[in-house]
């Protein structure tokens, strides 16, 4: 038998190896980031100075160039984010009812037709890209605002069906069973009983979209060309050959294109604590 103080000591060890890679993975995610930072603060001769110094102090230059200097960022940055969450809405609701359905109806190869999704999401972007701008172009909706939301929520529709089903699969039914038997209609059942019961799994389901649909690229490269330019595009036109590079402005605008990630990651986190609070306040 091991000692109680051996166990004791090889559970700190094991806890405390945790503790150093978790720490190592987070200093790799945050110096990008920190860098980032302070390169949108620095004086732009001094940003690929050697050694690399501080600058003091700051210059916010890079910002106002971004807002004023760039041709149309503010309108990109507002297209951008109204094209985000009218894609994250049509992807999400859509994605809800399919996943119902599938979690609900009883039919031989369910599970299969649930793992189908996971197939069609792991598909590589071109296989979206081409029929998409094809059936864009014949309805009309070539470099407009619709025809990117729902080419977008086509793209992603997948992805959120596989995790709702998940999430709906283990849901129990008894209420649903319930509210059918007091005679409730299929939409009221919907809306009173499933959707406060799924509003986790909507809320982590809407967060991945959101940010899914920000950093899309491709998408928006293939069926716009300058009337529904998004963020991804815009940042790729600091990195022509046209041009030098401005490190300053584009550490800048990358700066700018995170914070409303990071506004609706917060958002996100807060509504999921309401709701566990809510549902932990609940009489058994």
Do not use: C
């Not at 150093?20 to 001769?45: F, H």
């Not at 129990?172 to 919907?190: C, I, K």
């Not at 009337?227 to 990358?254: C, G, M």
């Amino acid at each position: 038998m091991i000692p109680a103080h051996g166990w004791r000591a090889g559970r700190r060890r094991r806890a405390a190896g945790r503790a150093a890679l978790l720490s190592v993975l987070v200093l790799a995610m945050l110096v990008p980031l920190v860098w980032t930072a302070l390169a949108s603060l620095e004086i732009k001769p001094d940003i690929t100075a050697w050694p690399p110094g501080w600058t003091f102090p700051p210059s916010t230059d890079s910002y106002r160039d971004v807002m004023t200097a760039v041709p149309g960022f503010p309108r990109v940055l507002a297209t951008s984010l109204g094209l985000s969450v009218a894609a994250t809405f049509l992807t999400v609701g859509a994605a809800f009812l399919a996943a119902h359905t599938l979690a609900r109806w009883r039919f031989r190869g369910r599970r299969l037709a649930a793992q189908s999704f996971l197939v069609l999401a792991g598909l590589p972007v071109m296989a979206y890209v081409i029929p998409l701008s094809d059936i864009t172009r014949r309805l009309g909706l070539r470099d407009t605002f619709g025809g990117v939301a729902l080419a977008a929520a086509a793209e992603f529709a997948p992805l959120a069906v596989y995790i709702l089903y998940g999430y709906l699969a283990r849901a129990p039914v008894a209420l649903e069973e319930m509210a059918h038997l007091e005679g409730a209609s299929p939409l009221e059942t919907l809306w009173r009983i499933v959707v406060p019961g799924a509003a986790p799994g909507l809320a982590a389901t809407a967060v991945l979209v959101f940010v899914l649909n920000w950093n899309l690229f491709l998408v928006p490269t293939a069926l716009t060309l300058d009337h529904v330019k998004t963020i991804p595009v815009a940042l790729s036109d600091f990195y022509t050959y046209e041009r030098e590079l401005e490190w300053s402005n584009a550490a800048a605008a990358l700066v700018v294109s995170l914070l409303p990630v990071a506004a609706v990651a917060l958002l996100a986190h807060r509504v999921l604590e309401n709701v566990n609070l809510g549902l932990a306040e609940q009489p058994p």
